[in-house]
């Protein structure tokens, strides 16, 4: 496997000391997208909040320390959740948080338990938008919220590492699959060009 190969599969699942290296250099970089992610969540005091995806469970522990909803995670790596349990290791003590191996398509999660659901640089890895969508769809609550914040396609597109394994959409295309799924569907940008959140309310 090359390089870009190898660091882009860190992307998908993280695991080992690549991983964390990963995971620790994405924190920096996607900044305005956790900015982004948390103003448009606007958390109330006892939401039920859903992580897709949380990685090294930085954003999970962000919005935690500032807010006293209850924080259910879900991720596929095995590594991830145990450098994220480690790093929510109050909040989890404090019975605040729940963190579980999982994945997009297949949450193990109950129908309509979460209030608010988001995710941040993941949608690239699921096996299909719908799937994703119709699992997200079931465990929302009605009136429930979906925030699923990207990279642009023609972000990724300039970055050597997401050469393979990336599943890279246009903004039409996320706002299609919510509407076909039942969502009502808007689109609110990051940095311009860049990043951007689709919101997907049921
Ligand atoms: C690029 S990292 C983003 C981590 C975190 N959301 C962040 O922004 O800091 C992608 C994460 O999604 C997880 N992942 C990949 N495919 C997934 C899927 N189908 N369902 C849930 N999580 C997935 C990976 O294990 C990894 O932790």
Redesign the pocket.
């Known amino acids: 496997m090359d390089l870009m190969s190898y660091v882009g599969e860190q992307?998908?699942?993280?695991i080992g000391l690549g991983g964390r290296l990963a995971?620790f250099v994405?924190?920096r970089q996607?900044q305005r997208q956790y900015l982004g992610t948390e103003a448009i969540l606007e958390l109330g005091t006892s939401d039920a909040v859903l992580d897709?995806?949380?990685?090294?469970g930085?954003?999970l522990n962000r919005l935690a320390d500032r807010n006293s909803c209850h924080f259910y995670g879900?991720?596929?790596?095995h590594d991830?959740l145990d450098v994220a349990k480690k790093r929510n290791k109050k909040h989890i003590e404090d019975g605040r948080m729940s963190l579980s191996l999982g994945?997009?398509?297949q949450t193990g999660l109950a129908d309509g338990l979460i209030e608010k659901a988001y995710?941040?640089?993941?949608v690239y890895?699921?096996s299909s938008l719908d799937a994703g969508l119709k699992e997200i769809w079931r465990v929302l609550r009605p009136g429930g919220v979906f925030i699923n914040t990207v990279y642009s396609k023609a972000m990724l597109d300039s970055l050597p590492v997401t050469k393979n394994g990336y599943a890279k959409y246009e903004i039409g295309e996320f706002l299609e699959a919510g509407e076909r799924n039942g969502f009502s569907v808007k689109m609110v940008p990051i940095a311009e060009e860049k990043s951007y959140s689709i919101i997907y309310k049921k």
């Open positions: 992307f998908h699942k993280p995971t994405m924190n996607n897709i995806g949380f990685g090294n930085y954003m879900i991720d596929i790596s991830m994945s997009a398509e995710t941040i640089n993941t890895f699921w």
